[in-house]
């Protein structure tokens, strides 16, 4: 992915643009780490590790093994249980008050926007065709190709449009890499050539992902920073976003590099847990979380896929534990353990590196450990 670096943009809930706060690693102190953290209560309530089940020596030494070796890239690390802070810890210059660039973690809040784009009725379901949606903007290519008209929803959603389009091998022509430099990245995909019949086999694909937004943009009729300010963030009380753009300004990049803060990604996944409800509001359905956090393919090298969120699946005692994960390159992660009742978020600088994955082992060799709720041991 792309290292560019961008500015916050602080977007009010009443207001599009409020002001602007440059995301300059170097402000605040250089680590912060506590236990039963002081969090905003209307924000985060807060609750010391015992209190919620979790053993406080065994988390007291993983922050102590994480300060004494920086080069494990971190950013932070929060941890969330029963719904209130339990620690959170920044490292390399970041706090709690500067959004991080999220990635392809992006992608499943597109997930979540295209849920809520379906449970409004704006688009009729996961079955409904991509092109047709998009005709008007981009008339020539299904009648380049009507094969392409059989790709729908679902096949963006799955990274199963059929046309070639590959993250994870450098010489596919949608490669990533070759939609950067491109002006329109929606026709960038368009134009794509179909190899493979729609649903036909699973390939890591970032331009479906940025066409599957402006899809919802087009049957929501709202841009995609409205509509995801007004039916997602503001619900969530998110006030500090920015999604990245393209084709000079006038598009969203909803396949990466949204920024939201840490706290705020633990919101999402928080939502997720919760099976989309917050605070008693029913903010996107509960049969779309189900959805879309449930098994449905397999990307390159087994891993099990949801609707853009990944599925894992850890021993724990004699049985399978199971979380989902929002994932973006670098370490940027929203970890969801429904039978625990945690949320574990980090962001990272370890781009294109091994230890991009390392955030998933802190969760199961350190965090999970350290869960001591009777009920849940094995």
Same mark, same amino acid.
């Given at each position: 992915?792309?290292?560019?670096?961008?500015?916050?943009?602080?977007?009010?809930?009443?207001?599009?643009?409020?002001?602007?706060?440059?995301?300059?690693?170097?402000?605040?102190?250089?680590?912060?780490?506590?236990?039963?953290?002081?969090?905003?209560?209307?924000?985060?309530?807060?609750?010391?590790?015992?209190?919620?089940?979790?053993?406080?020596?065994?988390?007291?030494?993983?922050?102590?093994?994480?300060?004494?070796?920086?080069?494990?890239?971190?950013?932070?690390?929060?941890?969330?249980?029963?719904?209130?802070?339990?620690?959170?810890?920044?490292?390399?210059?970041?706090?709690?008050?500067?959004?991080?660039?999220?990635?392809?973690?992006?992608?499943?809040?597109?997930?979540?926007?295209?849920?809520?784009?379906?449970?409004?009725?704006?688009?009729?379901?996961?079955?409904?065709?991509?092109?047709?949606?998009?005709?008007?903007?981009?008339?020539?290519?299904?009648?380049?190709?009507?094969?392409?008209?059989?790709?729908?929803?679902?096949?963006?959603?799955?990274?199963?449009?059929?046309?070639?389009?590959?993250?994870?091998?450098?010489?596919?022509?949608?490669?990533?890499?070759?939609?950067?430099?491109?002006?329109?990245?929606?026709?960038?995909?368009?134009?794509?050539?179909?190899?493979?019949?729609?649903?036909?086999?699973?390939?890591?694909?970032?331009?479906? /992902?940025? #066409?599957? &937004?402006?899809?919802?943009?087009?049957? *929501? %009729?709202? =841009?995609?920073?409205?509509?995801?300010?007004?039916?997602?963030?503001?619900?969530?009380?998110?006030?500090?976003?920015?999604?990245?753009?393209?084709?000079?300004?006038?598009?969203?990049?909803?396949?990466?590099?949204?920024?939201?803060?840490?706290?705020?990604?633990?919101?999402?996944?928080?939502?997720?847990?919760?099976?989309?409800?917050?605070?008693?509001?029913?903010?996107?359905?509960?049969?779309?979380?189900?959805?879309?956090?449930?098994?449905?393919?397999?990307?390159?090298?087994?891993?099990?896929?949801?609707?853009?969120?990944?599925?894992?699946?850890?021993?724990?005692?004699?049985?399978?534990?199971?979380?989902?994960?929002?994932?973006?390159?670098?370490?940027?992660?929203?970890?969801?353990?429904?039978?625990?009742?945690?949320?574990? /978020?980090? #962001?990272? &600088?370890?781009?294109?590196?091994?230890? *991009? %994955?390392? =955030?998933?082992?802190?969760?199961?060799?350190?965090?999970?450990?350290?869960?001591?709720?009777?009920?849940?041991?094995?």
């Amino acid at each position: 992915m792309r290292l560019a670096r961008f500015c916050l943009l602080i977007i009010a809930v009443t207001s599009i643009v409020a002001s602007v706060a440059c995301d300059d690693p170097g402000r605040g102190p250089e680590s912060i780490s506590f236990l039963g953290a002081e969090s905003d209560p209307a924000e985060w309530p807060s609750a010391t590790p015992s209190s919620v089940g979790m053993n406080e020596q065994r988390l007291a030494n993983m922050w102590s093994n994480l300060d004494a070796t920086p080069e494990h890239g971190l950013h932070s690390l929060l941890i969330v249980r029963h719904g209130r802070l339990v620690a959170e810890h920044y490292w390399a210059g970041f706090h709690s008050g500067v959004g991080h660039d999220l990635r392809s973690a992006t992608k499943s809040l597109t997930s979540l926007l295209t849920g809520i784009a379906i449970d409004r009725g704006a688009l009729r379901g996961v079955s409904e065709p991509v092109f047709p949606l998009l005709a008007v903007q981009y008339p020539v290519v299904g009648a380049l190709d009507p094969r392409k008209g059989d790709v729908t929803v679902e096949h963006l959603l799955h990274m199963q449009s059929g046309l070639a389009c590959d993250d994870w091998f450098s010489g596919s022509p949608g490669n990533e890499r070759n939609m950067y430099p491109t002006r329109d990245w929606v026709r960038f995909f368009l134009d794509l050539p179909l190899i493979r019949p729609p649903g036909e086999s699973t390939l890591y694909c970032t331009a479906g /992902v940025v #066409t599957l &937004g402006r899809v919802v943009a087009e049957a *929501t %009729n709202q =841009p995609i920073p409205d509509f995801s300010r007004d039916a997602l963030f503001a619900p969530l009380g998110i006030a500090q976003f920015r999604w990245s753009m393209f084709d000079d300004g006038r598009q969203t990049d909803t396949g990466g590099h949204i920024y939201l803060r840490p706290r705020d990604m633990a919101k999402i996944g928080q939502l997720v847990l919760q099976r989309g409800q917050w605070k008693g509001r029913q903010i996107v359905s509960a049969s779309w979380i189900d959805r879309s956090t449930t098994e449905h393919v397999l990307l390159p090298g087994f891993q099990p896929y949801g609707y853009l969120w990944w599925i894992h699946t850890i021993a724990y005692g004699t049985r399978q534990l199971r979380y989902v994960a929002a994932q973006g390159n670098g370490g940027q992660m929203i970890m969801i353990v429904p039978e625990l009742d945690l949320v574990v /978020v980090s #962001t990272a &600088g370890n781009y294109d590196d091994d230890k *991009t %994955n390392s =955030p998933l082992r802190i969760l199961e060799n350190r965090i999970i450990p350290a869960v001591e709720d009777s009920a849940q041991q094995p």
